[in-house]
């Protein structure tokens, strides 16, 4: 499925956050007509964890992280030692290292070569839960406290990883262990972030800006429960939730857009199934199907959640339908399912933003990178 929904979107030319391209509402309609074709014929089984062994990863630990020409600079001790790290693009292999753009790049490349070979996974690719494991690592951040945010990567210990919202997310963390042990001088912060990054560009995703700067941190530093989005609640939620972070209603839309991406399961938050018909391929399809699809309760034993009442096998849940019952979220969902590159334009500011929430960067804006994709 994962494949057969890429090459649908790669007989269109890539599109960039700079440049847009008018599409006709006849080629819209074709191309959602095969993908739910597609969807419905050869949707792949998943498995509800990775199998992936636990790595080494666990016991570098960074002592210090400063900025360095826009990048980072990591000193790496194991067990009281200085530990030989893979070379670096100035062939340093240990104590001080100073990654270069180069350096991200290689992980980059790491990361969608192993999205490209493991495809055993949902509908065919681990991107879907590598985006979810960047946003629920960002997602926690208060404004008003200054806690929480990618900064420390405290997903890894258990008052956090084990909350209801982050059920699920072992496979991405897992998925990204091997990448780690391979370059083992980047921050679990980082990578969490990076890899969020590599699988949007990589599902056709806009280009997302991205740049280092993330210390792990210790358990005393965990989150509380209940920071993240209850799907099962609707506008008022939504606006407590994001305005926590500092987000307006622009912006929760926007934001709402990953959910082209991927599918609920049963096992983690109760609801189940996908919200279109190409869940590994980034595109404002949500919106179109928001708007253009009869929405009914499902008659189900789960919680409560919508199906399309063509096919019976799309959903949306409470916090979805909470987009086109509200106004002034109304707007901008029509926005997006008008014009993709909208979409994808306002799609890649804010999650930007939602990546840095809280991180304290020595680094400037204008230092971030561009990494290239493969595809």
């Given amino acids: 499925m994962a494949t057969v929904a890429r090459n649908l979107t790669r007989a269109v030319p890539r599109s ?6 008018l599409k006709s509402n006849s080629t819209r309609h074709a191309r959602l007509t095969l993908q739910r074709h597609a969807f419905q014929s050869s949707r792949r089984g998943y498995a509800s964890e990775a199998g992936s062994k636990s790595s080494k990863a666990g016991l570098y630990w960074g002592l210090g992280l400063a900025a360095a020409g826009g990048a980072g600079a990591y ?16 062939g340093e292999t240990r104590g001080l290292f100073t990654p270069t753009k180069e350096d991200y790049q290689n992980v980059y490349n790491a990361i969608a ?16 839960v590598l ?18 945010g990618s900064n420390g990567a405290t997903m890894r210990f258990a008052p956090e990883g084990d909350h209801g919202a982050n059920a699920g997310l072992k496979a991405a963390r897992d998925f ?14 980082d990578l969490w972030t990076l890899g969020g990054v590599c699988a949007i560009q990589e599902m056709q995703g806009p280009t997302i800006p991205w740049r280092p700067g993330r ?5 005393s530093m965990c989150t509380p429960d209940g920071r993240l989005p209850d799907g099962a609640k609707e506008q008022t939620h939504l606006r407590a939730i994001f305005g926590r972070m500092g987000f307006d209603d622009r912006e929760i839309v926007a934001l709402s857009g990953a959910h082209a991406l991927g599918r609920c399961h049963t096992d983690r938050s109760g609801f189940e199934g996908p919200w ?25 034993d789960g919680p409560k959640q919508y199906q399309d009442l063509s096919t019976k096998s799309l959903m949306m849940l ?8 509200d106004k002034e979220f109304k707007k901008h969902v029509e926005r997006y399912a008008k014009d993709d590159q909208v979409f994808f334009s306002e799609f890649r500011d804010v999650i930007v933003k939602l990546l840095e929430l809280g991180v304290p960067f020595q680094s400037k804006e204008e230092d971030r990178l561009a990494l290239k994709a493969t595809v």
């Fill in 113 to 128: 070569k192993a999205l490209e070979e493991k495809d055993d996974y949902d509908d065919g690719s681990y991107g879907p």
């Fill in 75 to 90: 000193f790496f001790a194991t067990n009281g030692g200085l530990t030989n790290m893979r070379e670096g693009s100035a």
């Fill in 131 to 148: 985006v979810r494991l960047a946003w629920h690592c960002s997602g926690t951040y208060d404004k008003e406290t200054g806690t929480g």
């Fill in 16 to 21: 960039t956050p700079f440049a847009s391209t």
């Fill in 276 to 300: 279109s018909f190409s869940p590994t391929v980034m595109s404002n399809d949500y919106y179109r199907l928001l708007l253009g699809e009869k929405w009914n309760f499902r008659k189900w």
């Fill in 176 to 189: 990204l262990a091997p990448v780690k042990e391979k370059f083992p001088w980047i921050t679990y912060s």
């Fill in 318 to 325: 409470p916090t979805d339908m909470a987009l086109i019952k």
């Fill in 215 to 219: 210390m792990d941190r210790d358990v």
